[in-house]
């Protein structure tokens, strides 16, 4: 089983369009998550940090379920520019290494 | 401020040949990391180096692979002899320290073995 798990998608979606991508975890022991977003050819960039008690950041929200061991991000308003891949990421204890997610794909159309 | 520099950008080589990347962190970071990244998946971390030690190369094929970051700053890997299961995209990342928790990536190097 994989330590991070992601549906690869792609979500297609119009652009105006609320879409929300789910992330499960498999080791209790890691301590901070995360969401990158990658770019076709490009490099991860952070998108945010996910919190137990829930961040947003303008359209973007992410939520932790720490008893589930899942997490999710939350798009409203869809813009062309949000296509992209989004990494689920978590970080674990120990030498406080980044596991990544496989990223799911999403396409946003006019 | 200048960001994570990698060269070269593409390689392209033959199987059971070698090769070396290059990598240059944001000035100050003390924390490198090497990943790997093959097409339609995650990065996977090789190694993680504080200062010029190793960290962790757990995932690192040390039979084939190997990279050094002899004076803390910049770091190579090198792969050798290569196998067509190398090509990928060669990431490198920086941050200021272990505990800090966002890493800046390079471009990446995208190899391609034949």
């Known amino acids: 089983r994989k330590e991070v798990e992601q549906d690869p998608g792609p979500f297609n979606v119009p652009e105006g369009a609320t879409v929300a991508f789910n992330c499960t975890y498999s080791?209790?022991?890691?301590?901070?998550f995360f969401w990158y977003r990658q770019d076709c050819r490009k490099e991860p960039k952070l998108l945010m940090s996910?919190?137990?008690s829930g961040n947003e950041d303008g359209r973007f929200t992410a939520q932790l379920n720490r008893a589930s061991q899942y997490i999710s991000l939350l798009i409203r308003d869809s813009k062309l520019s949000d296509s992209a891949t989004y990494l689920c990421?978590?970080?674990?204890?120990?030498?406080?290494?980044?596991?990544f997610g496989t990223g799911t794909r999403l396409l946003v159309s006019p | 401020e200048a960001g994570v520099a990698q060269s070269p950008r593409y390689k392209i080589i033959e199987k059971r040949q070698s090769v070396a990347f290059w990598c240059n962190p944001i000035?100050?970071?003390?924390?490198l990391y090497w990943y790997q990244q093959i097409l339609g998946q995650g990065p996977k971390l090789l190694i993680q180096?504080?200062?010029?030690?190793?960290?962790?190369d757990s995932q690192l094929p040390k039979d084939r692979f190997s990279a050094e970051r002899l004076k803390g700053v910049d770091s190579t890997l090198k792969i050798q002899p290569a196998k067509l299961e190398d090509s990928a995209v060669y990431l490198c990342?920086?941050?200021?320290?272990?505990?800090?928790?966002?890493?800046?990536f390079g471009p990446g190097t995208r190899l391609t073995v034949l």
């Open positions: 990342a920086s941050s200021p320290g272990q505990l800090y928790n966002e890493q800046f």
């Open positions: 996910v919190y137990s």
């Open positions: 080791n209790s022991a890691s301590q901070s």
């Open positions: 180096f504080q200062n010029n030690g190793v960290v962790d």
């Open positions: 990421v978590v970080k674990n204890t120990g030498f406080q290494k980044l596991v």
């Open positions: 000035s100050g970071h003390a924390t």
